[in-house]
């Protein structure tokens, strides 16, 4: 193997939650996870609880829980007490609209104060939370929002304007939209109202009730291969699984100064971004700015971070700037480095050791798994380009698949295993923990779907090593990831068929040296129209407008006949072989198979 196992120093294996992978997996119940955690005085479990007043049982409500960096450095601070002041005001300000439990807050802002304390005070009144990124255009909002059947947006006025105003009409169910930030009071419409305003004239004490802790706490939607996004349920429990894996993964401990960067729009920046490392009672730093290496070094620097979670591309970008502003900032006081979302090459964490002085920990998990279930762990060594061991409490298992990558199923209903090391399958898991999704929003078919007998299928290909290491494959569908976000390739060819000259339209991720996956297209287009140029213009500027450029692809291409089975379906899996210049595997279901030749097509 061309990278040798980093190994840690008994003084890192001495500090850490999790000093002995073995032993902890041994001693690991659910049960007792269950126990770090206080629950609320009136019985029941309740996140916001955990993750922020049983603080200030403790005596711990000086301590700073978030603090918040913008243009001009420390913009707001907060600490628990502050945090519980305005989350319980924030759950005042919905109850007194009449928002009852159970209903979904939605919200589209940046890494704003007024948003985080959204979550939480959403969470204590028991309304489930469903954050939005706010680079999405117009149409994946409306698509959420209609969805979710949301009650309240919490968004800022520019965003309002630009993105949701226009949508009103649209969706019937949106009673509010709370306004946070300047420019509030000038903005009007049905249910509007400045956040400051509400916030101000709520009370500052509220008593959560006694919360079942399979109550819907989080909604987070993620993209499939077809269909609209599918809106991820998560419950209270959550946090236990959350909190476990912040102490045993990420190695919090109560003194520490942890930052994720991840955006609270995606599942990452909400439960290791707002959740987990408040139940753990640290300082958590968040950046309102967008990535900037200089920057994200003095901010390492200054604030004098000693855990950071972050992505494989957002340290590529850090690879890219050089070693030399590593090398001028002091960053010794950088106990552990985490990262996930996308596969992390051996080059970033052979990397990390050198220039950070620390490896970096890769860790898996997905919107579905609602915390992390495999890792890297800082007492442990790293098999670079290894995403690590399944978590205490977690079994996870390779499914074998038949050639159309359907899982085997045995005569009992339970999912064949890969019983020999280095041989690809599905990556599952068994179910439940406490933070698997409970259901798809509104779509039960799918959420059956998920499951194989008793185990959640990740989509995921792996292989597991005879030391018993996971290696991350490839994922098993259509699906993109770009910048460590998953894009539905339907939801984007949607959008690029709205063109009155496009005839057909098929996206699939190209390979970047720093993004993992670009956004490609290709169109056929209808009689009248030609390619060029101007065309190309024009479809990527619809795109951008109504998706946002986030999730609008970077590269339009031209075709005049895309691949399709024979029940007519475009093989976004052939045209991206051919663009990679690979076997195009079984093409069995190739319509008109002649113009492959037959010798490396499948049997027809
Ligand atoms: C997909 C889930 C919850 C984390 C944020 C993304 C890919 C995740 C890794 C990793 C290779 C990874 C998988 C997974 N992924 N972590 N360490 N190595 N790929 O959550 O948006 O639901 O995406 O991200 O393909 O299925 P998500």
């Given at each position: 193997?061309a990278?040798s196992?980093?190994?840690?120093?008994?003084e890192?294996?001495?500090?850490?939650?999790?000093?002995?992978?073995?032993?902890?997996r041994?001693a690991?119940?659910?049960?007792g996870?269950?126990?770090?955690?206080?629950?609320?005085?009136?019985g029941?479990?309740?996140?916001?609880?955990?993750a922020v007043?049983?603080h200030?049982?403790?005596?711990?409500?000086?301590?700073v829980?978030?603090?918040f960096?913008g243009?001009e450095?420390?913009?707001?601070?907060l600490?628990?007490?502050?945090?519980?002041?305005?989350?319980?005001?924030?759950a005042?300000?919905?109850?007194?609209?009449?928002?009852r439990?159970?209903?979904?807050?939605?919200?589209?802002?940046?890494?704003?104060?007024?948003?985080?304390?959204?979550?939480?005070?959403?969470?204590?009144?028991?309304?489930?939370?469903s954050?939005?990124?706010?680079?999405?255009?117009?149409?994946?909002?409306?698509?959420?929002?209609?969805?979710?059947?949301?009650?309240?947006?919490?968004?800022?006025?520019?965003?309002?304007r630009?993105?949701?105003e226009?949508?009103?009409?649209d969706l019937?169910?949106?009673?509010?939209?709370?306004?946070a930030?300047?420019?509030?009071?000038?903005?009007s419409?049905p249910?509007v109202?400045p956040?400051?305003?509400?916030?101000?004239?709520?009370?500052?004490?509220?008593?959560?009730?006694a919360?079942?802790?399979?109550?819907?706490?989080?909604?987070?939607?993620?993209s499939?291969?077809?269909g609209?996004?599918?809106?991820?349920?998560?419950v209270?429990?959550?946090?236990v699984?959350?909190h476990?894996?912040a102490?045993?993964?990420?190695?919090?401990?109560?003194?520490d100064?942890?930052?994720?960067?991840?955006?609270?729009?995606?599942?990452?920046?909400?439960?290791?971004?707002?959740?987990?490392p408040?139940?753990c009672?640290?300082?958590?730093?968040?950046?309102e700015?967008?990535?900037?290496?200089?920057?994200?070094?003095a901010?390492?620097q200054?604030?004098?971070?000693t855990?950071?979670?972050?992505?494989?591309?957002?340290?590529?970008?850090?690879?890219?700037?050089?070693?030399?502003?590593?090398?001028?900032?002091?960053?010794s006081?950088?106990r552990?480095?985490?990262?996930v979302?996308?596969?992390?090459?051996?080059?970033?964490?052979?990397?990390?050791?050198r220039?950070?002085?620390?490896?970096?920990?890769?860790t898996?998990?997905?919107?579905?798994?609602?915390?992390?279930?495999?890792?890297n762990?800082?007492?442990?060594p790293?098999?670079?380009?290894?995403?690590?061991?399944?978590?205490p409490?977690?079994e996870?298992?390779?499914?074998?698949?038949?050639?159309?990558?359907?899982a085997?199923?045995?005569?009992?209903?339970?999912p064949?295993?890969?019983?020999?090391?280095?041989?690809e399958?599905?990556?599952?898991l068994?179910?439940p923990?406490?933070?698997?999704?409970?259901?798809y929003?509104?779509?039960?078919?799918?959420?059956?779907k998920?499951?194989?007998?008793?185990?959640y299928?990740?989509?995921?290909?792996?292989?597991?090593?005879?030391e018993g290491?996971?290696?991350?494959?490839?994922?098993?569908?259509?699906?993109?990831?770009?910048?460590g976000?998953?894009i539905?390739?339907?939801?984007?060819e949607?959008?690029?068929l709205?063109?009155?000259g496009?005839?057909?339209?098929?996206?699939?991720?190209?390979?970047?040296?720093?993004?993992?996956?670009a956004v490609?297209?290709?169109v056929?287009l209808?009689?009248?129209?030609t390619p060029g140029?101007?065309?190309?213009?024009?479809?990527?500027?619809?795109?951008?407008?109504?998706?946002?450029?986030?999730?609008a692809?970077?590269?339009?291409?031209?075709?005049?006949?895309?691949?399709?089975?024979?029940?007519?379906?475009?093989?976004?899996?052939l045209?991206?072989?051919?663009?990679?210049?690979?076997?195009e595997?079984?093409?069995?279901?190739?319509?008109?198979?002649?113009?492959?030749?037959?010798?490396t097509?499948?049997?027809?």
């Amino acid at each position: 193997m061309a990278y040798s196992t980093i190994r840690k120093n008994p003084e890192a294996v001495r500090l850490a939650n999790l000093p002995d992978y073995a032993a902890a997996r041994a001693a690991f119940t659910w049960a007792g996870a269950r126990e770090a955690l206080d629950g609320l005085p009136s019985g029941g479990l309740n996140m916001a609880h955990e993750a922020v007043d049983r603080h200030l049982a403790h005596g711990r409500g000086d301590h700073v829980a978030l603090r918040f960096l913008g243009a001009e450095g420390v913009d707001r601070e907060l600490t628990y007490a502050d945090l519980a002041e305005q989350t319980d005001r924030f759950a005042n300000v919905l109850r007194h609209l009449g928002v009852r439990p159970g209903e979904i807050v939605f919200g589209l802002s940046g890494r704003i104060p007024e948003l985080y304390v959204a979550v939480l005070g959403s969470l204590k009144a028991c309304c489930a939370f469903s954050p939005l990124f706010s680079a999405f255009g117009p149409e994946p909002v409306r698509q959420r929002l209609h969805l979710g059947h949301g009650s309240v947006l919490v968004t800022t006025p520019s965003l309002y304007r630009r993105k949701v105003e226009a949508l009103r009409d649209d969706l019937p169910d949106l009673r509010y939209v709370l306004l946070a930030g300047p420019g509030a009071d000038a903005v009007s419409g049905p249910g509007v109202h400045p956040l400051a305003r509400l916030m101000g004239e709520a009370a500052t004490d509220f008593t959560i009730e006694a919360t079942d802790p399979e109550t819907v706490a989080l909604v987070h939607f993620t993209s499939g291969t077809t269909g609209t996004p599918k809106g991820a349920v998560h419950v209270h429990e959550a946090v236990v699984a959350q909190h476990a894996s912040a102490r045993s993964v990420l190695d919090l401990h109560d003194d520490d100064v942890y930052w994720c960067t991840a955006d609270p729009g995606w599942v990452t920046g909400t439960a290791y971004g707002v959740i987990a490392p408040l139940t753990c009672g640290v300082t958590c730093v968040v950046d309102e700015l967008e990535f900037d290496a200089e920057r994200w070094y003095a901010i390492l620097q200054e604030q004098r971070v000693t855990v950071f979670y972050t992505a494989p591309t957002a340290l590529r970008m850090l690879m890219r700037a050089g070693e030399e502003p590593a090398r001028r900032h002091d960053l010794s006081v950088l106990r552990h480095v985490a990262s996930v979302g996308e596969p992390l090459n051996p080059e970033v964490v052979v990397w990390g050791q050198r220039v950070l002085g620390r490896p970096i920990h890769d860790t898996w998990w997905q919107t579905e798994t609602g915390s992390i279930m495999l890792a890297n762990f800082a007492a442990e060594p790293i098999l670079p380009g290894s995403m690590g061991r399944p978590v205490p409490g977690i079994e996870a298992q390779l499914v074998r698949r038949d050639a159309e990558g359907h899982a085997i199923v045995a005569a009992d209903g339970e999912p064949e295993f890969v019983t020999q090391p280095d041989v690809e399958g599905e990556l599952a898991l068994r179910s439940p923990w406490p933070s698997l999704m409970r259901a798809y929003l509104g779509d039960e078919d799918r959420y059956r779907k998920a499951f194989v007998g008793s185990w959640y299928l990740s989509g995921d290909l792996a292989r597991r090593d005879a030391e018993g290491w996971w290696w991350f494959i490839g994922r098993g569908d259509d699906v993109i990831k770009s910048s460590g976000h998953l894009i539905g390739p339907f939801e984007v060819e949607n959008v690029l068929l709205e063109h009155p000259g496009v005839a057909e339209a098929a996206v699939i991720g190209v390979p970047d040296p720093v993004a993992g996956e670009a956004v490609k297209a290709f169109v056929t287009l209808r009689p009248g129209f030609t390619p060029g140029e101007g065309l190309r213009l024009e479809l990527s500027a619809l795109a951008r407008k109504r998706l946002g450029p986030a999730v609008a692809p970077r590269e339009i291409a031209f075709d005049d006949h895309l691949p399709h089975t024979r029940s007519g379906k475009i093989m976004r899996r052939l045209l991206k072989a051919r663009e990679l210049g690979l076997p195009e595997g079984d093409i069995s279901s190739l319509e008109g198979g002649a113009e492959v030749p037959a010798t490396t097509g499948g049997t027809p």
